[in-house]
């Protein structure tokens, strides 16, 4: 699949060449204090697979109490999705306004033609996440060119909220901002940062004094962070070195809600698309970038170019009671944590995610078939089919009704052999056995806690979604 990237390459002579990517700009500001402490966090994000079966350009939502670790909603199904326009959104974003309410911008477009010129962009508001409402979509210009990724914050300043976006200016990919009060009458298109070279996929973090506005250099690929004292147009310098992981866009900028840690989230689109990366830092202001092992973090199943904001313990309960928590599991490894357990052709494995069929890899945990205690793996996209182990192979077979494949199929949890922070599955009619992967396959063995480190791990798990 051609990529934006790719695309702006070859097009950029022109004023009307467009192409690739978009502008993840995940502003944060200084929080209206009615809404209380902020502990959690959501996320915004449409889906994509790497064979296509998984996209869908409607806001979907996740959330989560550490920042890291994601539970989609609504079955990972769109909350609310475009009917005017393309009829369908890449690149949300989310904005908890000065009035503790949330505005919700997105890109106009659905799939991946990004040869479409377009001025407009979509916009929602939202009294707490749970509805949605004003639907309209917003004209940012009247330039022959796109307008990605459109996000916003507020300039104290000049008492208003910026809006920031890509576009084409003419000569290259630029920043554009647009000044509003109510995100439905903005003013005039003006070029916000151009550092004399076609830069994307920006994400700006709003600081104590200094502002930070991460972008995406068309020219080498990485992910760069620029800074200013002041939020004024074209006032930003980078400071940092390039981060990459393959080919990356969209960058976001995540504080923690109660420490001084930062967290730099990265969407990449090769090898395979649908993959985010993340990186840490405990000073922001410093050059200092380090990648998180991916046994720190999971994000919600098939996200693309995602937003973060923070929200209270209570807006993370509401969300949770509107929108549901998945009734299916991913099993992620341990020691092979880019891996999840999913069945293929009928056989247990550990693959790299993502891939497809996704639905491979989705569980119903269901009271265990020949213990209630225990756990029995149902598949998703293969109901009556479980996970079951025959001469000590575990593969996806369907439940013949009898006590030998209910014992086969029924796992106990424990406290993972390798950490006890994550997960181990005993074999419940053979209770020395335990569910663990080798040369990517699944298999029962015999296995303790006095057992090679190595197969400990190979036997431990976290459930997650």
């Known amino acids: 699949m051609t990529t934006r990237r790719e695309l702006l390459t070859g097009l950029l002579s022109t004023a009307a060449a467009t192409a690739a990517g ?53 079955q990972n199904n769109p909350v609310v999705t475009p009917t005017a326009g393309t009829g369908g959104l890449r690149d949300p974003f989310i904005l908890r306004k000065r009035d503790d309410t949330f505005v919700v911008l997105a890109t106009d477009l659905a799939g991946t033609d990004f040869t479409q010129p377009n001025q407009y962009i979509h916009v929602w508001d939202s009294v ?20 990605w990724a459109p996000e916003a914050f507020w300039d104290n300043a000049r008492g208003q909220y910026g809006i920031i976006y890509s576009a084409h200016n003419g000569t290259r990919d630029v920043f554009m901002v647009n000044y509003t009060s109510d995100f439905v009458n903005v003013g005039a298109a003006q070029v916000f940062f151009d550092p004399g070279f076609n830069v994307l996929d920006a994400t ?8 930070y506005l991460y972008y995406k250099n068309l020219a080498d690929g990485r992910l760069y962070g620029a800074r200013s004292n002041s939020l004024n147009p074209n006032s930003f310098s980078t400071y940092t070195s390039g981060m990459v992981n393959g080919g990356i866009e969209a960058p976001i900028v995540v504080k923690a809600n109660d420490r ?17 990366y993340v990186w840490r830092s405990g000073d922001v202001n410093a050059n200092a970038w380090t990648a998180l092992d991916k046994a720190a973090y999971t994000q919600p199943l098939n996200a693309k170019h995602a937003t973060i904001a923070a929200i209270t313990a209570t807006e993370h309960a509401n969300l949770l009671t509107r929108w549901g928590a998945p009734t299916w599991n991913r099993i992620k490894s341990y020691n092979l944590p880019d891996r999840l357990i999913r069945h293929a052709n009928r056989v247990g494995r550990i693959d790299p995610y993502p891939f497809d069929p996704y639905a491979d890899a989705q569980w119903r945990l269901r009271p265990g078939l020949a213990d209630a205690a225990g756990v029995s793996f149902e598949s998703v996209n293969y109901p009556g089919n479980y996970l079951r182990h025959s001469g000590y192979v575990v593969g996806l077979a369907a439940n013949d009704g009898t006590a030998l494949f209910a ?17 181990s599955w005993r074999s419940h009619n053979f209770p020395d056995r335990y569910l663990r992967h080798s040369n990517y396959l699944l298999r029962i063995d015999a296995l303790g806690t006095g057992s090679p480190a190595a197969d400990r791990a190979d036997a431990t798990f976290q459930l997650g979604y």
Do not use: C, I, K
């Open 204 to 211: 700006m973090h709003l600081g104590s004094g200094t502002n």
């Open 128 to 147: 707490d996440l749970r509805s949605f409402t004003g639907y309209r979509r917003v004209r940012m210009h009247a330039m022959n060119t796109h307008t």
């Open 407 to 423: 014992g086969d199929a029924t796992f106990h949890r424990t406290a993972g052999l390798a950490n006890s922070a994550w997960t």
């Open 260 to 276: 001084n840690e930062w967290w730099l989230w990265g969407d990449s689109y090769s090898p395979v698309n649908g993959e985010f």
């Open 22 to 74: 978009g502008l993840a700009l995940a502003a944060t500001g200084s929080p209206a204090q009615a809404a209380g402490p902020l502990t959690g966090y959501v996320m915004g994000y449409f889906t994509e697979s790497p064979n296509r079966l998984a996209n869908n350009y409607g806001l979907h939502l996740a959330v989560s109490t550490d920042g890291l670790n994601w539970t989609p909603l609504n």
